[in-house]
C-alpha cells in the first residue's frame, strides 16, 4: 500500500466541503493524511472543523501585510513547510498571486459552483438562474494564475427546477459538490488523475473533456 498522499486545504468559510473529505478520509474511503488547514478568516467554521478532527491549523490575516502578495508568499511559504503535496481549495475566497501559485501548478484543486467555463468569480447560482439555465453544477479544476480558469477535472450536473431561487439551488448542489470534490481528490490521491502540461490525464489518457460525477463516480463524457 502506498503512502497517503499529504494534502492541506484552504477555506476561508463553513468547511462542509472540508468535513465532506474528512469523513471520507475516516471511513477508509479517501488515502489522504490531512497535514495543514488554512485560512484567511480566523473565525472560519474550517479552522474549528481541522481543530475537532486533530488537524494542525493556520490562521493568517490579510490585514497584517502591506499587500496580497506579500500575505500569499508567507502563506505558500508555510503550505509548503507543512510537506503537503496537494493543496485543495475548498471555499477559499482568495485570488492568489501568479507568482505565490505557479510552483504549485498541477499540485492544486479549486472546487468552484458552476459549470466552468460558465460563471468564473461570484454569485454563480444566481447568474445561472438568470440566464434561465436548465442545468446548473460545480467543477474542480486545477488552478493556474487565470481566474477559475486553469483546466477542469470534473463536473457535476443538476437539473434547475423552476421557480428555485439561488439559496435552494446552492443547498442542492452543496453535497454534489462534497461528492464530487471528495472523488476528485481521491483520483489524485491514487495516481488516476494528474495534470500533464495543460492537460488532466485520467487512466493515463488526455482528456478531451471533464470527467462526470455520475451516480458517485467519475466517468468519462464521450
Ligand atoms: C462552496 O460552495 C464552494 O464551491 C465555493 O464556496 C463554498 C464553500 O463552502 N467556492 C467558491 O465559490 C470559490 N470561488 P464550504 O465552506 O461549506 O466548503
Not at 488532466?200 to 462526470?212: I, K, R, S
Request: net charge negative; hydrophobic share 45%; aromatic share 4%.
Amino acid at each position: 500500500m502506498n503512502n497517503p498522499l499529504r494534502i492541506a486545504v484552504l477555506a476561508s468559510g463553513r468547511g462542509s466541503n472540508l468535513a465532506a473529505l474528512l469523513v471520507a478520509r475516516d471511513c477508509g474511503d479517501l488515502p489522504v493524511e490531512f497535514v495543514l488547514v488554512a485560512s484567511d478568516k480566523a473565525a472560519a467554521g474550517a479552522l474549528q472543523l481541522a481543530q475537532a478532527a486533530g488537524v494542525p491549523t493556520l490562521a493568517l490575516d490579510p490585514r497584517h501585510y502591506p499587500d496580497r502578495r506579500a500575505f500569499d508568499i508567507d502563506l505558500f511559504a508555510r503550505l509548503a513547510a507543512s510537506g503537503a503535496e496537494l493543496l485543495v481549495l475548498a471555499g477559499f475566497m482568495r485570488i492568489i498571486d501568479s507568482d505565490a501559485l505557479t510552483p504549485w501548478i498541477g499540485r492544486m484543486i479549486n472546487i468552484h459552483p458552476s459549470l466552468l467555463p460558465k460563471y468564473r468569480g461570484l454569485h454563480t447560482h444566481r447568474r445561472a438562474l438568470e440566464a434561465g439555465d436548465s442545468e446548473h453544477g460545480a467543477s474542480v479544476h486545477y488552478v493556474t494564475a487565470e481566474l477559475d480558469g486553469g483546466p477542469v477535472i470534473a463536473q457535476v450536473r443538476l437539473a434547475v427546477e423552476s421557480g428555485e431561487d439561488e439559496h435552494r439551488l446552492a443547498q442542492r448542489l452543496l453535497p454534489l459538490e462534497h461528492r464530487l470534490l471528495t472523488a476528485v481528490v481521491a483520483g489524485i490521491a491514487g495516481g488516476r488523475i494528474a495534470l500533464d502540461t495543460d492537460r488532466v490525464q485520467f487512466n493515463g489518457e488526455a482528456l478531451a473533456q471533464p470527467l462526470q460525477l455520475i451516480d458517485g463516480r467519475l466517468v468519462k463524457n464521450h
